[in-house]
Structure formats: C-alpha cells, structure tokens
C-alpha cells in the first residue's frame, strides 16, 4: 500500500471516529454503524406497504470504512465475496437488533447512503439515485475521496464513478430475508445470490 493511501486512511480514520462519536453510532458487525434520525422528505410507499413520512423516525445505517479497507487487496471478485460475507454478518446483527431492542421499536424504515451501484435486492434492499444538486455534487467528491482511500481493490479505486445513491430497508423485507442472510461456516460452499 503507498504511503499516500495509508496517510490518506489515517486521516480519514480520525473523521469517520469523529462521526461516530458525533451522531452516537452503534457498531453492527464487522462493516456497518447504525445511527438514528428523522426522515425529512415525501411521503414514501415500499412494495412491502411500509409506509414511510415526513419525521418518522429512521434507521440510518453507515459503512464501516476502516473494516471495509482491510479486506486486504486482491480481484474485485475475491474481495466483492469477502465483503458480501461480512455485510450479510452485520445485516444479520441489524435483524437481531430492530427486534429487540426497544429503542428501535419505531423504526420501521433503514437508510443507507454509497456509491455502490444497485445491488443487495436479494436481502430487500430498493436503491434510488439522489437528485442532483449541490450535496450531491460534494458527497460524490467525498465519495471518491473514500474510493481512492479505503476501497480494497484497485478496480474499484480506479473505476471513478461515485453516483451517490439511497439504500432503502425496511424492517419487513429484513425480517422476511433473514434466511437470506445466513453466513456459511469456513470451507461450506452456498448456492444462494450473494448480498
């Protein structure tokens, strides 16, 4: 790894632990954060008939970027399976979590933001685009900053394209896709879609 790469993580290592003290995140397995807000926006209807409006409270669900940089290098394929093997361990602990634990009790809806392109439709994740603007002009600049840094692939880091998407889950879709979300003991072979 350069050093440039390696300055580049420690530096945004120290933002993303400032983030998590400041919006009092919670560790979700090996890759993601979950914190919580309110929902400012349309009201929106999910295919499960979830019903989402303006200041219902909401999950919001973050990248653990420094776990995620240490899937070591390798093919995007290999690395691409480790995450999806470690993103179905943290969706499970987010299952076990939204049905136990009573602060959770009002959420019915989770967000995510990346710029990852569309996929995790397996596990009942919908994705949407951001509408263009000036946010999303800058998250995209951050977004490619994070690729350049943490990203653990070269093809990855290399590929530029740093759309900022919307990841929608709702607690229904997670509950009824917990099977889904079954991590194989080492050297099992699965036939399900991957995450």
Known sequence: MSVTRR???AL???VDTWYYRRYRLRTLGPVLFLGQARYRGPELRF??????RDNDPIGRLHFNNA???????GSLQRVGFRFAKLMRQSLRTLAEVAQSDPSLRDVSVFQGMTWLPAHGEVV???STPMPKSWRTRLLAGHFRLLMSVFAPA???????????????L??????????????????SVSMSRQA
């Not at 776990?67 to 290098?73: N, P, R, Y």
Request: a positive charge.
């Open 124 to 126: 009942g994740f919908v």
């Open 12 to 14: 945004l290592g120290l």
């Open 154 to 168: 070269a093809r990855i880091r290399d590929r530029g394209n740093a759309e900022p998407r919307l990841y929608w």
């Open 7 to 9: 300055i580049g993580q």
């Open 67 to 73: 776990s995620i940089a240490a899937l070591g290098e």
């Open 47 to 52: 295919e499960d008939g979830t019903l989402l």
């Open 170 to 187: 709702t607690r229904t879709a997670l509950v009824q896709n917990l099977n889904k979300l079954k991590v194989e003991p080492p050297g």
